[in-house]
């Protein structure tokens, strides 16, 4: 399952996205995974949840989406116990393309939750009127 959060800049997206992570404690029958583009939020997250600063690994931050998909997916293949992996600053991870040209990255991101048994939460940064319609059907 894929769900995205959208919404412009300082409309809470973050801090929505960080009370979802910490509440899927309570549910989640595997690990969860945090993924941002700096070390500003690690410390708002419970212990238990695994934060990754994606800005550290070389070619990550600002990446296409193809190369972010690929990250994902070797996160999966390292550890089978991934239930749940939730993304803020997903457009700033992304820098090398538009949202209009992720419909691939969406399609095979459901193939790989599917695949994996793992769901993804996006924090994308965009106008909810601007909002490429193969992304819109994710919105919470």
Known sequence: MIQVIAGNKGSGKTKRLLD????????????IVFIDDDKRYMYDLRHEI???DAGEFAGIRGCS???????????LAGNY??????VDAFVKLIKGTDLKDT??????????????NCSFILN????????????KPYVI
């Open 103 to 116: 419909a691939v990255f969406f399609r095979e991101l459901e193939n790989l939750s599917q695949h994996s």
């Open 124 to 135: 994308v940064s965009c106008d909810l009127e601007l909002l490429p319609e193969h992304i």
């Open 20 to 31: 979802i992570t910490n509440d899927a404690l309570k549910q989640e029958h595997g690990q």
């Open 65 to 75: 989406a193809d190369v972010f998909l690929g990250f994902l997916a070797g996160m």
């Open 50 to 52: 695994r934060f990754v």
């Open 81 to 86: 116990d991934i239930s749940l992996i939730c």
